[in-house]
Structures are given as C-alpha cells and as structure tokens.
C-alpha cells in the first residue's frame, strides 16, 4: 500500500477559463449590489411593516459581509488574469479579507 503524496488530480486552470470566472464574479457583485438596493429600498419605505424592516436591518449585515466576500474574489481573479499564482492571489485575498475583519 502507498502512504505516499498523490499528485492533484485536478488540470490547471486554462487562461479562458480564468477570465470565464472573473466574468462571473463581477456579475456577482452586480447581484448582490442589487439585493443591497432592494434592501435600501425596503427600509426607506414608509408602508412597509416593522416586521419587514427589521429582515432589511438583518439583511443588510448579510449583504455587507456578502459585498467583502466578492471583492476579495474579485481581487483573486484580476490578480490571476494578470498572470500571478494561485498562491499570491491567494495571499493578496486573504490580507484584504482581514483588513475587511479588523474594520468591523
């Protein structure tokens, strides 16, 4: 039996596919900038119940931590059309999520 290291089983990733994914996340970040509106929108609304301002209070949190999240995978995927390393970008991802931690 082999106890030894097993090389990834998994190709790297292709250049069209990187930008494939990059694409992806910024069409993301448009989604979640538009739940951000409708949440706006549902706290601005004077008709609105109190029940359903305080979802949109909650949400907004949710939104907030979502909008940090896709940022920094957006920075990860720049960085990787640009040609650097997962391990880099990785890295650059992670310093901008804890800046984004040390805020809150």
């Not at 790297?12 to 739940?35: A, F, H, M, N, S």
């Not at 720049?78 to 997962?86: C, D």
Request: glycine letters at 4%; hydrophobic letters at 30%; proline letters at 2%.
């Amino acid at each position: 039996m082999g106890y030894g290291y097993k090389k990834n089983q998994s190709a790297p990733l292709t250049e069209d596919e990187i930008k494939e994914r990059c694409k992806e996340i910024q069409e993301e970040l448009l989604e979640v900038l538009e739940w951000k509106k409708e949440c706006d929108a549902n706290l601005d609304d004077i008709k609105a119940s109190p029940q359903k301002k305080g979802a949109a209070k909650r949400a907004l949190k949710k939104v907030a931590r979502r909008i940090d999240t896709v940022k920094g995978q957006i920075i990860y995927w720049k960085l990787r059309v640009n040609g650097e390393s997962h391990f880099k970008a990785n890295m650059e991802m992670n310093e901008y999520w804890a800046s984004c931690n040390e805020k809150n």
